[in-house]
């Protein structure tokens, strides 16, 4: 079975900068679309950005013009890099990946905590 492990998750203080990593652990054909999704206390869990396999980026607008998602398609890693973070980013984020278009494959999750 396949599992996605996400990493460089933590505690950071408000303004700060994380970068999430989330890749499988062995390698995956046929992955199309890769995300990270994120739920905080109490709230349902939500889209943060997502990439297609030809690069093209979506995001939140909770996030837009302070996260950025990457992928590298040789490695089937996706990554997200988190600037000015603020104490409402405080989450569990989730990277999601998509083979076919069909099968969603969903990371353990990591949390971010900002701290104000």
């Known amino acids: 079975q396949v599992q996605l492990v996400e990493s460089g998750g933590g505690l950071v203080q408000a303004g700060g900068s994380l970068r999430l990593s989330c890749a499988p652990s062995?390698?995956?054909?046929?992955?199309?679309?890769m995300a990270w999704y994120r739920q905080a206390p109490g709230k349902q869990r939500e889209l943060v950005a997502g990439?297609?396999?030809?690069?093209?980026?979506s995001y939140a607008d909770s996030g837009k013009g302070r996260f950025a998602i990457s992928r590298d398609n040789e490695k089937n890693t996706v990554y997200l890099l988190m600037n000015s973070l603020r104490p409402e980013d405080t989450a569990v984020y989730y990277c999601?990946?998509?083979?076919?278009?069909?099968?969603?494959?969903w990371g353990q999750g990591i949390q971010v905590t900002v701290s104000a």
């Open positions: 999601k990946f998509n083979r076919y278009g069909s099968y969603d494959y």
């Open positions: 062995r390698s995956i054909a046929g992955i199309r679309t």
């Open positions: 990439i297609t396999v030809g690069s093209s980026t």
